[in-house]
C-alpha cells in the first residue's frame, strides 16, 4: 500500500511539471494599426492583444474547439466608433 501511494504522488508531481503546450504563436504587432510592441495575454488557446496606438482590443483563439478547418479565430473586442 505505502509503494501505491508513494507512486500516486509521484505521478501527481510529474504531471505537475509538465508545461501547458506552448501557444503556436506570439503576436509581435497590431492587427489593425501594425504598431510595435502591443500588449499581449495568454490562456490555454487564446491570446488577448492590445494596442497602445489604436486602442483596438482583439482576441485570437489558436485551433477553435469544433472548427479543424481553421488555424485560428480573431475576434475584435473594443468598442468600434
Known sequence: MKVRGTLVRRAAQLKASVPPPPIP????????CQHTPVDFATDDHT?????????AVFSIEFDPPGR??????????DDRD
Open 47 to 55: 491570446v488577448t492583444l492590445s494596442c497602445p496606438s489604436c486602442r
Open 68 to 77: 479543424p478547418e481553421l488555424c485560428a479565430r480573431i475576434e475584435r473586442l
Open 25 to 32: 504563436h506570439t503576436p509581435s504587432r497590431c492587427l489593425l
